[in-house]
């Protein structure tokens, strides 16, 4: 056998029996065959494995596995501490440990190992609050937090051998998020010792300046400890009560907040000393406080009934400060076995005590922590009350932001709801999302821990409809809808104007019923909209239907007809102008009356032209010839095929209409004189006319020229055909 091999299977030997008497004395734990088998197994999969001290590395889940027992947890408890690192530091898997040990154990070492992968960086406070509520909600089962306090008392224990950074980073997480969590669960002999080792770390000048202090109050006041322990068991041995006394100066960061937080000198420091009488029932807790003031003078003011009313983290003593015989003052904490390891291990101790808890269900144990916790009136515990809801019932995910930031999320949220989480601005230029960088699809649950990054594009096109139904928070799904709402408003304005009035055209009400303005007013008000705009811009983003609004409108407009039928001053569409139409420039727009008209430049119609009109954006109805081919493109595109309506032209004998030809001819001097002298003679007005030279002799002459219809049209086309070298003579926009 080689050296290495009878080394590693002597590696932690010494730990594991320390291990077995701090189950046997504080657990119910009598077949320790698992813990034999957890023990040899961890070894195993650590190997040759070494902490910064040079211990064989199985020496530290061991110990974490001791504080795990003397917290009183249960065997699977127990088991998960010795195995917490083997997923994280070695090959072994959830799997492995499934098929040994049963999932429960698999679950909690995995929930550990997901703790250990969070990082930290110093934030301020309510970063702090959210981390502390990340590694809760991450938990699920609250042993997972046990063991993971167990797992940092134990390295802040073995802290001297890291380097400096290493120290001060780890001393301030401890402080900031480790200790504070010990506090809410009522672990206080964890929290105070966890305080202390951070303090060493982070301020080791003060550290030492109090520790020499309390010294040097030591050296000063001799065996006053000893003595006055001494008086009390006397005092109480006299009142046949049993008890047991312990003294203790007070913990060096209690004493250090004193100091620099409250700018106390160390002397005015009261309670360096503290007793404490642990009894068996509660009765003889008020024995007890009754003989100690009998004892010594108590300080007024400073006595507190905390088994009446419990401390939010289900804290119980009774608390007096005293004066001794030789005027040193002391605080006494006088409780029951019960109330003292609940006061050291807080809810870990509840788990002990509730005897039968291992064998309910999750819900049940979560419930059961729940009302212990709700049952205590405090504000400052509410919050943390409410983190412990957010873990049992997981309706809140916290996720961190590339640098760090922790952000609070509906559970079930996506990379959107982050997005729009940080900054509305950044969730409309999204356009790709990883999560712990992988690029992920939009719709990907985010879970507690992951980091999350979006990356974003000016040119993005802004969010999807489909967002609305993907997104969990209301915060996401409210900045979708402004963004289609406002960011799009121009859009949705000539969408929506272009739906409007083709229903308008469909249902057969004309157009100008919005021009009279107290009929307007009534339909806006019956819409609920502020502007004409608003309800176009509603009608395109989808938040009224076209349909329903004209419905709407018909409504209004038979009943404002049968008000006004008696009344003199009558809105101008009544009775005749729903059917009524007026030509505009010769052209009557079908089911619209009085609307803008104006003729296309493309085709330039005359009267005897077949003619079909676009409603355009603003400037009201452009009338193209039938032939034209805009109109031919256009109407087939679905975007613009809605918008075409019939037209067609009033009698009229004064208006002159424009519109162009293109004459092609055999190039020669008086070619342009000559068309213009024809058209002269027809009284026709030529508005414009310019020449092309078309290479090979030929030339194009454009003309602009007023006529009164097509007929006109067509005897000014056959006299130019009749000039000479002409060759052709065609009109413009075919
Ligand atoms: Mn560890």
Same mark, same amino acid.
């Given at each position: 056998?080689?050296?290495?091999?009878?080394?590693?299977?002597?590696?932690?030997?010494?730990?594991?029996?320390?291990?077995?008497?701090?189950?046997?004395?504080?657990?119910?734990?009598?077949?320790?065959?698992?813990?034999?088998?957890?023990?040899?197994?961890?070894?195993?999969?650590?190997?040759?494995?070494?902490?910064?001290?040079?211990?064989?590395?199985?020496?530290?889940?061991?110990?974490?596995?001791?504080?795990?027992?003397?917290?009183?947890?249960?065997?699977?408890?127990?088991?998960?501490?010795? #195995?917490?690192?083997?997923?994280?530091?070695?090959?072994?898997?959830?799997?492995?440990?499934?098929?040994?040990? /049963?999932?429960?154990?698999?679950?909690?070492?995995?929930?550990?190992?997901?703790?250990?992968?969070?990082?930290?960086?110093?934030?301020?406070?309510?970063?702090?609050?959210?981390?502390?509520?990340?590694?809760?909600?991450?938990?699920?089962?609250?042993?997972?937090?046990?063991?993971?306090?167990?797992?940092?008392?134990?390295?802040?224990?073995?802290?001297?051998?890291?380097?400096? *950074?290493?120290?001060?980073? =780890?001393?301030?997480?401890? &402080?900031?998020?480790?200790?504070?969590?010990?506090?809410?669960?009522? &672990?206080? =002999?964890?929290?105070?010792?966890?305080?202390?080792?951070? @303090?060493?770390?982070?301020?080791?000048?003060?550290?030492?300046?109090?520790?020499?202090?309390?010294?040097?109050?030591?050296?000063?006041?001799?065996?006053?400890?000893?003595?006055?322990?001494?008086?009390?068991?006397?005092?109480?041995?006299?009142? $046949?009560?049993?008890?047991?006394?312990?003294?203790?100066?007070?913990?060096?960061?209690?004493?250090?907040?004193? &100091?620099? /937080?409250?700018?106390?000198?160390?002397?005015?420091?009261?309670?360096?000393?503290?007793?404490?009488?642990?009894?068996?029932?509660?009765?003889?807790?008020?024995?007890?406080?009754?003989?100690?003031?009998?004892?010594?003078?108590?300080?007024?003011?400073?006595?507190?009934?905390?088994?009446?009313?419990?401390?939010?983290?289900?804290?119980? $003593?009774?608390?007096? !400060?005293?004066?001794?015989?030789?005027?040193? *003052?002391?605080?006494?904490?006088?409780?029951?076995?019960?109330?003292?390891?609940?006061?050291?291990?807080?809810?870990?101790?509840?788990?002990?005590?509730?005897?039968?808890?291992?064998?309910?269900?999750?819900?049940?144990?979560?419930?059961?922590?729940?009302? #212990?916790?709700?049952?205590?009136?405090?504000?400052?515990?509410?919050?943390?009350?409410?983190?412990?809801?957010?873990?049992?019932?997981?309706?809140?995910?916290?996720?961190?932001?590339?640098?760090?930031?922790?952000?609070?999320?509906?559970?079930?949220?996506?990379?959107?709801?982050?997005?729009? /989480?940080?900054? $509305?601005?950044?969730?409309?230029?999204?356009?790709?999302?990883?999560?712990?960088?992988?690029?992920?699809?939009?719709?990907?649950?985010?879970?507690?821990?992951?980091?999350?990054?979006?990356?974003?594009?000016?040119?993005? =096109?802004? *969010?999807?409809?489909?967002?609305?139904?993907?997104?969990?928070?209301?915060?996401?799904?409210?900045?979708?809808?402004?963004?289609?709402?406002?960011?799009?408003?121009?859009?949705?304005?000539?969408?929506?104007?272009?739906?409007?009035?083709?229903?308008?055209?469909?249902?057969?009400?004309?157009?100008?019923?919005? /021009?009279?303005?107290?009929?307007?007013?009534?339909?806006?008000?019956?819409?609920?909209?502020?502007?004409?705009?608003?309800?176009?811009?509603?009608?395109?983003?989808?938040?009224?239907?076209?349909?329903?609004?004209?419905?709407?409108?018909?409504?209004?407009?038979?009943?404002?007809?049968?008000?006004?039928?008696?009344?003199?001053?009558?809105?101008?569409?009544?009775?005749?102008?729903?059917?009524?139409?007026?030509?505009?420039?010769?052209?009557?727009?079908?089911?619209?009356?009085?609307?803008?008209?104006?003729? $296309?430049?493309?085709?330039?119609?005359?009267?005897?032209?077949?003619?079909?009109?676009?409603?355009?954006?603003?400037?009201?109805?452009?009338?193209?010839?039938?032939?034209?081919?805009?109109?031919?493109?256009?109407?087939?595109?679905?975007?613009?095929?809605?918008?075409?309506?019939?037209?067609?032209?009033? *009698?009229?004998?004064?208006?002159?209409?424009?519109?162009? @030809?293109?004459? !092609?001819?055999?190039?020669?001097?008086?070619?342009? &004189?000559?068309?213009?002298?024809?058209?002269?003679?027809?009284?026709?007005?030529?508005?414009?006319? !310019?020449?092309?030279?078309?290479?090979?002799?030929?030339?194009?002459?454009?003309?602009?020229?007023?006529?009164?219809?097509?007929?006109? #049209?067509?005897?000014?086309? !056959?006299?130019?055909?009749?000039?000479?070298?002409?060759?052709?003579?065609?009109?413009?926009?075919?």
């Amino acid at each position: 056998m080689e050296v290495a091999d009878i080394k590693k299977q002597g590696a932690g030997e010494a730990e594991y029996g320390n291990l077995i008497r701090a189950i046997e004395m504080n657990t119910q734990i009598r077949d320790l065959s698992r813990v034999r088998d957890a023990f040899e197994f961890a070894r195993t999969a650590h190997g040759e494995q070494l902490r910064k001290d040079g211990t064989p590395y199985i020496t530290h889940p061991l110990n974490a596995a001791i504080i795990v027992a003397e917290m009183g947890l249960d065997e699977e408890s127990i088991i998960s501490a010795i #195995l917490h690192d083997c997923i994280e530091d070695t090959q072994v898997t959830h799997e492995d440990i499934a098929k040994r040990f /049963g999932d429960s154990v698999a679950d909690i070492v995995e929930g550990v190992t997901k703790l250990a992968r969070i990082r930290y960086t110093s934030k301020e406070e309510e970063q702090m609050e959210n981390l502390r509520k990340m590694l809760m909600a991450m938990a699920r089962d609250i042993r997972v937090i046990l063991i993971k306090m167990a797992d940092r008392l134990h390295n802040m224990r073995t802290m001297e051998y890291q380097s400096a *950074p290493k120290q001060r980073e =780890k001393a301030l997480e401890t &402080m900031e998020i480790y200790a504070p969590i010990a506090h809410r669960l009522g &672990m206080q =002999k964890i929290k105070l010792e966890l305080e202390d080792l951070s @303090l060493l770390y982070l301020d080791p000048v003060g550290y030492h300046e109090i520790e020499a202090a309390l010294q040097e109050r030591a050296r000063r006041n001799e065996g006053f400890m000893e003595r006055t322990e001494q008086a009390i068991k006397n005092r109480m041995r006299e009142s $046949s009560i049993n008890c047991a006394v312990q003294s203790r100066t007070k913990d060096i960061y209690s004493i250090y907040r004193k &100091m620099f /937080g409250q700018d106390k000198e160390f002397d005015e420091i009261m309670d360096i000393y503290a007793f404490r009488v642990i009894v068996d029932d509660i009765a003889e807790c008020y024995n007890v406080l009754g003989c100690i003031h009998e004892l010594y003078k108590p300080v007024p003011g400073r006595f507190k009934d905390y088994i009446g009313t419990p401390k939010p983290n289900m804290y119980q $003593s009774l608390h007096t !400060t005293v004066i001794g015989t030789e005027g040193i *003052p002391f605080e006494v904490q006088i409780r029951t076995w019960e109330m003292h390891h609940t006061a050291e291990y807080g809810i870990a101790a509840h788990w002990k005590y509730k005897e039968g808890i291992e064998g309910r269900s999750d819900e049940e144990k979560f419930a059961w922590i729940r009302n #212990l916790l709700e049952s205590q009136e405090d504000t400052d515990a509410q919050d943390f009350i409410s983190t412990l809801k957010v873990d049992m019932f997981a309706d809140e995910v916290f996720v961190f932001t590339p640098h760090g930031d922790v952000k609070s999320l509906p559970a079930g949220a996506t990379p959107i709801d982050f997005a729009y /989480g940080i900054h $509305s601005a950044i969730g409309n230029r999204m356009t790709c999302a990883k999560v712990n960088g992988r690029i992920v699809p939009f719709s990907h649950v985010l879970q507690n821990g992951d980091v999350v990054e979006i990356i974003t594009s000016n040119t993005s =096109k802004g *969010p999807s409809r489909d967002w609305l139904t993907i997104v969990k928070s209301s915060e996401a799904r409210n900045k979708i809808r402004q963004w289609f709402k406002k960011e799009r408003r121009e859009e949705n304005i000539v969408t929506g104007r272009a739906a409007f009035e083709a229903e308008m055209r469909r249902q057969g009400v004309p157009l100008n019923v919005l /021009g009279d303005e107290r009929t307007l007013s009534r339909i806006l008000e019956r819409i609920a909209v502020r502007s004409l705009e608003d309800m176009y811009a509603s009608i395109g983003y989808g938040g009224l239907s076209a349909q329903k609004t004209v419905n709407n409108i018909k409504d209004e407009l038979r009943l404002i007809e049968k008000a006004t039928k008696n009344a003199e001053v009558k809105p101008p569409w009544v009775s005749t102008a729903l059917i009524a139409e007026k030509a505009v420039n010769g052209v009557v727009v079908e089911g619209v009356d009085n609307c803008l008209v104006k003729f $296309s430049h493309c085709c330039m119609p005359v009267p005897g032209d077949e003619i079909v009109g676009f409603i355009t954006r603003g400037y009201g109805v452009s009338v193209h010839r039938t032939d034209c081919k805009n109109y031919s493109v256009s109407a087939q595109r679905e975007s613009e095929k809605d918008r075409w309506i019939k037209v067609h032209w009033a *009698p009229s004998e004064e208006e002159r209409y424009q519109t162009g @030809l293109a004459i !092609t001819a055999n190039d020669r001097d008086g070619l342009v &004189m000559d068309i213009a002298t024809v058209l002269n003679s027809l009284k026709i007005k030529v508005d414009a006319l !310019t020449a092309r030279d078309m290479g090979g002799g030929l030339a194009t002459v454009f003309i602009t020229i007023k006529v009164k219809d097509k007929n006109e #049209l067509g005897i000014a086309m !056959t006299k130019i055909m009749g000039v000479r070298s002409v060759k052709d003579v065609k009109r413009q926009g075919n």
